[in-house]
């Protein structure tokens, strides 16, 4: 089944009275795939709703969940180390589709743009069952809250960088370290982000063997991706 809301507060309740059978629809590069997010699920199609602009407001940028990382690389708008975590999607028909919120909303740990965001200490507009809350992005992901993002928010002139390690451009990746105004970021394939002042957060993560790479691969990665910058 598809719903189609016309509210975002519409959107919500229909997901919250479905939590294990539904999922947000917006580009749906990971939804629709076969063994995606969706599979054998009830799509709740937000694309009627707006949340697609990208705006300063008093000095902070407020990012549409809804805007696609191409639109996101393309504005003049967005701080330069975020246009690059979008651009680490090396697909460009992908990053016509592909929308922030969608990419932050899977909590994986292999997302182009949260280790940018959480180095950025963005913060999420998002619409919870209590109403409309703002939570810091680094906390929205590593919890289980089923709220509808409905905008990120970062400061408009925030400088940073971040780097992207992989077997390939298209592979997942192995990992991703971000830095922003001495904000240390970190997410890495199999271990989830951690997210510090101190540039060796890395210490307190478990590092584990898989496709992406051996365990000693990744903690020596991590241990000199922000020594790279320096």
């Known amino acids: 089944m598809i719903y ?7 959107a919500l ?22 063994g995606g997010a969706a599979e054998g699920k009830d799509l709740i199609d937000i694309n009627a709703l707006g949340l697609d602009t990208i705006e300063v407001k008093d000095g902070k940028l407020f990012i549409g ?5 191409q639109k996101l690389i393309d504005s003049d ?8 975590a979008a651009k680490f999607c090396a697909s ?13 909303g899977l909590r994986r740990d292999d997302s182009y743009l949260a280790a940018a965001l959480c180095a950025a200490e963005a913060e999420l507009i998002c619409m919870t069952r209590e109403g409309e809350k703002q939570r810091n ?6 919890s289980e809250c089923r709220c509808l993002i409905e905008y990120i928010v970062i400061d408009a002139d925030r400088k940073g960088w971040v780097k992207r390690f992989g077997n390939t451009s298209s592979s997942h990746a192995t990992l991703i370290g ?27 993560m478990k590092f584990t063997d898989d496709l992406t790479g051996g365990a000693d691969y990744k903690k020596y990665l991590a241990k000199t991706v922000f020594e790279l910058r320096r």
């Open 4 to 10: 189609k809301p016309t509210t975002i507060q519409e």
């Open 13 to 34: 309740e229909i997901r919250i009275a479905n939590p294990d059978t539904s999922v947000y629809l917006a580009g749906g590069t990971d939804d629709l795939r076969l």
């Open 65 to 69: 969940a809804r805007v696609t990382l």
């Open 77 to 84: 708008l967005v701080p330069c180390f975020i246009k690059e």
């Open 92 to 104: 460009f028909a992908k990053r016509n589709s592909a929308t922030i919120g969608g990419n932050l």
């Open 137 to 142: 992005v680094f906390d929205y992901l590593n």
């Open 178 to 204: 971000a830095e922003s105004c001495g904000i240390y970021a970190l997410s890495v394939h199999g271990s989830g982000i951690a997210c510090d002042k101190r540039p060796d957060l890395y210490a307190s």
